[in-house]
């Protein structure tokens, strides 16, 4: 258990330090430009047509993640030659990647075991001078003041990017050597209590989550008596269900039709429209609550976009991550892309809560089928094609009746530990910039 609430002890005297977002400091605290604290270089152009499969691993933007080194897309460079000996990184190194949507909180510290490394270009590497220990350079990185002169001075096109300059002329408060060091020692210490009390916050979600969905699986397949007899549904991912209950394929069970997507370039379909447009990207296992944009009845009548009922279902055919397979309900009247399938349910076989229920319990076969590459989709013949338990249709509204109950005080469960995730990731933030702009004392 971390404790959020302690004493906070203060130095004996403090002084203006001359900035207004840092307002009094101790009295023999320095403030200086970063620039004056580290030898800072940015990496070297690699030929990503030279990269190999194995040798000397290459620091890149995409491997420089929210305080640590991410090696799932590890490149390689075969030997470090001479004009490269100025680009391996060492232990202690800050990097920062300037790069992204997350520049400002992408960095992370080097250590021993991750080398040797080289460094690639968009990537900044802070080495400390001798005025200044690694360990507390890197909490100043961490410290959101940090994150705040990032939000302030980078560039802001298509792709946020700061400059060195940037990074240089950061300013940070410069107490003794060993003060630093007893400083780092002690948020060390805190966080890394702090991150353990999150990552156990957050297995408990993910034993919620995998709760919810063995409970919707096993009363979609099973039902809700565990009395009843079972047969083999002769669907291996299915398996038995109960006697009384059918398998048929969803095409028969339900309207099922693709949406259109109006020309882009044709701004006649797309200005001032007002007839509502959702994309694939919207789909969330929940409820589909308002459109993505909205075409004009020119844009509709010229594409192959058509209507998609109210209350009913809609399938992400494709999308980016883990998009494809999910299930949405639509609460409005609207259009959809081509990337999305509309499910009307057959009102005398199926019920649609049923169907949904069943569909998102059915997201893993769903994305099965599909293939998981990011260009392999979902088509209208294999949705159709998937099978289907089908209990009468009383069962079928008090099975998604339980379901919807159940999955609400899950719900709720996951709702506090993430309450309880943000406040222990608030006071982390609190703690280490209280710490390292001396209105903590800790040593």
Known sequence: MVEVKSKVQRYESYKESGVEWLGEIPEHWEVHRLKNQIDMITGYPFKSEKYTDKGIKLARGINVKEGVLDWKETR????????????????????IAMDGSKVGKNFCQIKESDLPILL????ARLRPKVTLTSNYLYFNIVNRNFLLWVEMTKTDPMVPHIAPADIKNFQILIPPLPEQTQIAQFLD?????????????QQQINLLKERKQILIHKAVTRGLDDSVPLKDSGVEWIGEI??????????????????GTPDKTNLSYWQNGTIPWIASGEVNQDTVTKPTTYITELGLRNSSARWIEKDSLVVALAGQGKTKGMVAYIDFNTTGNQSLAALKANKERMESKYLFVFLKAAYSELRGVSGEGKRDGLNLQKLGNLDIPIPPLSEQKEISTYIETASQKIETAIGLKQQEIAKLKEYKSSLINGVVTGKVRVC
């Open 120 to 123: 690639l270009q968009r990537v």
């Open 189 to 201: 210490d805190k966080t890394t209590k702090i991150d353990d009390a999150i990552a156990i916050k």
């Open 242 to 259: 109960p006697e009384g209950w059918d398998i048929c394929h969803l095409k028969w069970l339900s309207k099922i039709y693709a949406g």
């Open 76 to 95: 390689f460079w075969p030997e470090i030659e001479k004009h490269l000996v100025d680009y391996l990184l060492k232990d202690g190194d800050v990097l």
